[in-house]
T-cell receptor, first 116, second 112 residues
Framework: GENVEQHPSTLSVQEGDSAVIKCTYS??????FPWYKQELGKRPQLIID?????GEKKDQRIAVTLNKTAKHFSLHITETQPEDSAVYFC???????????????FGKGTKLSVIP | EPEVTQTPSHQVTQMGQEVILRCVPI?????FYWYRQILGQKVEFLVS????????KSEIFDDQFSVERPDGSNFTLKIRSTKLEDSAMYFC??????????FGPGTRLTVL
C-alpha cells in the first residue's frame, strides 16, 4: 500500500518568509497529490493539488512541485502571514480493489507557526 | 467546494454504547468516505462507499463499525459498542470530479 512521509513535523518562520514542506510517497502508480490545511478543531481543507502530468502548480502565494522520478512533492508558501499558521497535511491516493475504491493516505502533518 | 454537513458536532458517550454519526452531502455524489483523526495525529482512512455499498475498508474498520445510506441522502457511520480508543474526530468526505475529496466539518466523539 501507499506510504507517505512528511517533513518537517514542525516549522516556525518569520512573517514574510517562505515555508517549504516536503513529502515522499511509495506507490509509483499514484497520480494525484493534494495538500490540506487544518486549523485547530476544524476540518482538513483542500488548498492545492497537483496531478502527475504537471511538475508545478501555483495559486497566489502557494505552490506545489512534483518530482515523479524521485517520488516526492513539496508545498511552498511565500510571503507567509500569521493566518497561514495551521497544520498542513500532504496525501497520496491508493486505489483499492473495489469499484470506486480510492482512499487518501495522509502524511503525519506539519505544524506551521508564522511569527509576526 | 461542495457543502457537506455532519451531525452531531460533538458526541459524548459511555463505553459500550452505540453511536451513529451522520453526514449529509448537499449535492448528489457517488463516492463517500469516512476518515478518523485521533487528537494530534494524522487523518486515517476508515471506509469508502460507492453505489450504496462498501467499496473498501481499512483494518481499523472492524466488525464494530458499519456504514449505510438509509434514505438516499444521509450517510451514516455506526459504532456498535464504543471503546475508549474510538475517541477521535470523524470526518465524512465526498469525491468531486476525479480524485478530489472534500471533508465535512467532523464529529468529535468522546468515549468515557
Amino acid at each position: 500500500g501507499e506510504n507517505v512521509e512528511q517533513h518537517p513535523s514542525t516549522l516556525s518562520v518569520q512573517e514574510g518568509d517562505s515555508a517549504v514542506i516536503k513529502c515522499t510517497y511509495s506507490d509509483s502508480a499514484s497520480n494525484y497529490f493534494p495538500w490540506y490545511k487544518q486549523e485547530l478543531g476544524k476540518r482538513p481543507q483542500l488548498i492545492i493539488d497537483i496531478r502527475s502530468n504537471v511538475g508545478e502548480k501555483k495559486d497566489q502565494r502557494i505552490a506545489v512541485t512534483l518530482n515523479k522520478t524521485a517520488k516526492h512533492f513539496s508545498l511552498h508558501i511565500t510571503e507567509t502571514q500569521p493566518e497561514d499558521s495551521a497544520v498542513y497535511f500532504c496525501a497520496a491516493p491508493r486505489k483499492g480493489s473495489g469499484a470506486g475504491s480510492y482512499q487518501l493516505t495522509f502524511g503525519k502533518g506539519t505544524k506551521l507557526s508564522v511569527i509576526p | 467546494e461542495p457543502e457537506v454537513t455532519q451531525t452531531p458536532s460533538h458526541q459524548v458517550t459511555q463505553m459500550g454504547q452505540e453511536v451513529i454519526l451522520r453526514c449529509v452531502p448537499i449535492s448528489n455524489h457517488l463516492y463517500f468516505y469516512w476518515y478518523r483523526q485521533i487528537l494530534g495525529q494524522k487523518v486515517e482512512f476508515l471506509v469508502s462507499f460507492y453505489n450504496n455499498e462498501i467499496s473498501e475498508k481499512s483494518e481499523i474498520f472492524d466488525d464494530q463499525f458499519s456504514v449505510e445510506r438509509p434514505d438516499g441522502s444521509n450517510f451514516t457511520l455506526k459504532i456498535r459498542s464504543t471503546k475508549l480508543e474510538d475517541s477521535a474526530m470523524y470526518f465524512c468526505a465526498v469525491e468531486v470530479g476525479t480524485d478530489t475529496q472534500y471533508f465535512g466539518p467532523g464529529t468529535r466523539l468522546t468515549v468515557l
